[in-house]
């Protein structure tokens, strides 16, 4: 289990409504699967071609995973799915130095 499950499992139960926990999504530091860097066509098939990587747990795959399961409906889905990306596009990118400014959302 994991916050993101959790979270789901409280908005199944009643416990929580819809808009409270889109709005903790907009706020939940999503994990972000960090790659090797790509630097030429090769690198990119060696990626490809490698184990899939899992998802880190709290990951929005599991969001994706209750929706197939039927556990939410579409509607909720999009809902959580446009509450994550905002938090995402607000987050700085990987290895971005504590507080350092994300120019995008700071202007």
């Not at 999504?25 to 060696?46: G, I, N, S």
């Not at 959580?80 to 350092?100: F, I, K, R, S, V």
């Amino acid at each position: 289990m994991s916050d993101i499950t959790d979270a789901l499992d409280q908005l199944a139960a009643g416990d929580v409504d819809l808009d409270t926990l889109a709005e903790e999504f907009r706020r939940y530091p999503w994990p972000r699967r960090t790659r090797p860097e790509v630097h030429d066509a090769t690198d990119l098939y060696a990626q490809d071609s490698a184990d899939p990587v899992e998802d880190p747990e709290g990951a929005f795959s599991e969001v994706a995973a209750y929706l197939a399961m039927h556990r939410i409906d579409p509607e909720t889905y999009r809902v959580l799915a446009e509450a994550a990306a905002t938090a995402m596009q607000d987050a700085p990118p990987p290895g971005t130095p504590a507080g350092a400014v994300n120019e995008r959302t700071s202007a």
